[in-house]
DNA sequence: TCATCATATCATTAAAGGATGATATGTTAG
DNA sequence: CTAACATATCATCCTTTAATGATATGATGA
């Protein structure tokens, strides 16, 4: 099955780690360096339950990574590259704000 | 309403525009240039009333532009800004590839 | 004006997706 | 070993989302 999954919708996932505002914002919180799944929950303001499962996915799906030390997980980015990315998506948003913020859309 | 929405959810909105396969198979079919509608349903191979839909929001969210020409309506990536996003997603995704293609999270 | 072409819009439906809250699991100090 | 700390997992539920197919709208040539 998997196997057969083309680019364009492992591409599509890939982007849906972006697009979701609790994603985002875990992923926000990270820009700046590592944290402890607490500090995120604090930063974010959601669940730690809810929290603890984005982070779960995200982890799997490459977008960061994590280390325990002792009882304490600490997750960053994965990458320069996907730092890259979220530094682009700050430029488009730039763009176009005024027009994303009158779409009807995905009403957050 | 709107005038509140923080920008973490318009970035997580923008971000939208890419994580859906059909949207994003609209924009990755204009990475090499403008196309009218028709050529766009052929390529993404949706039904026509669905790329409709989905250019409108893409249109009015600032991430394509479109001009008509008679009964003919030409679509293009909006900026070069957005292309740069494209590209960057390029890069991310074949760091994440095999990790992203084994999560079980959103199996289109 | 009317038929044709090209595209946009709309109502409906089925499926996907995210949050919650309880509970399970892992680590560690006393 | 046990309690406390830190986090992960799970079942459930509600909301959101995307596709469909019919139809409306816009442009144009005869």
Redesign the interface.
Known sequence: M?EQ?A??????????G????TR??IL?SLRDGERMVGAIVEATGQSQSNVSNHLS?LK????VTSRRDGKKIFYSI??H??Q??LN??????R????????????D?
């Not at 682009?88 to 948003?93: C, F, I, M, S, T």
């Not at 763009?95 to 995905?106: G, H, L, T, V």
Request: include cysteine.
């Open positions: 998997l999954i680019p364009l919708e492992l591409k599509a996932k890939m982007y849906r972006f697009a979701d505002p985002l914002s926000e996915c799997e799906c490459g977008l994965a990458s590259q996907v890259s990315l682009d998506g700050d430029l488009v948003l763009e176009i704000r005024d027009c994303i913020r009158s779409c009807a859309k995905y957050y």
